[in-house]
């Protein structure tokens, strides 16, 4: 069961997921705000708490893990010459005729086009950050492709954290160490324990 205060620290974590200055709005001092804040988020029923109200959120909005992957993946894979393409055009003077060579073939310069966004499919509109038409023509960005990848390659475990690694190890290295202690004194007794590595 949680405290008035606690279930106050629930309330106002939802709304901008900053612990500290939601143990503050709770009613807890601000110089020990933040670890109050760290405290209370490790607490199982505050944690159940939260998780159960963003869960009930994501519902009500239709945010679904398969969703976000996919907005990601369109950010990820998306190309600028989705949205622009290098053209060659015939040079024209300021009467509009078509400048020509010595040799009188027209002389050909290259440019940028940006595709018309009705020719856009609606995945490619949804990764473009900013159009804007500038002094030197139209910007075209997309969202951040590299935080994309890294995301997507973050949900599919291929860039392990690595001090969460050399944390695990270190575990890892202090339960084998103490395994031993423990073996060294049944020198002559099998423990039953088998140590496994991957």
């Known amino acids: 069961m949680l405290t008035e205060r606690q279930e106050r ?3 106002e974590y939802r709304i901008d997921r900053n612990a500290t200055q939601a143990a503050i709005r709770a ?14 988020l490790k607490n199982a029923e505050i944690r159940k708490k939260i998780d ?20 990601l993946a369109m950010i990820a894979f998306s190309k600028a010459s989705d949205y622009a393409r290098i053209v060659e055009k015939q040079a024209i003077d300021e009467a509009g005729q078509i400048i020509t060579d010595a040799n009188g073939d027209p002389i050909m310069y290259r440019t940028v086009e940006p595709t018309i966004t ?54 890892t290295e202090q339960e ?4 031993r202690r423990q073996n060294n004194g049944n020198n002559d007794e099998d423990d039953g324990v088998t140590l496994v590595y991957d």
């Open 9 to 11: 620290f629930c309330q």
């Open 52 to 71: 159960e109200h963003s869960k009930k959120v994501c519902e009500r909005a239709d945010v679904t893990q398969e969703r976000i992957i996919n907005e």
């Open 176 to 179: 084998i160490e103490r395994l």
């Open 118 to 171: 009705d020719d856009l499919t609606e995945e490619q509109k949804r990764a473009i950050a900013v159009i804007k038409k500038g002094r030197d023509g139209f910007e075209i960005k997309t969202y951040d492709k590299t935080k994309a990848l890294e995301l997507l390659g973050k949900h599919l475990g291929m860039f392990e954290d690595q001090n969460e690694k050399k944390l695990r190890q270190s575990k």
């Open 27 to 40: 009613g807890y001092s601000k110089k020990t705000a933040y670890s109050q804040g760290q405290r209370l």
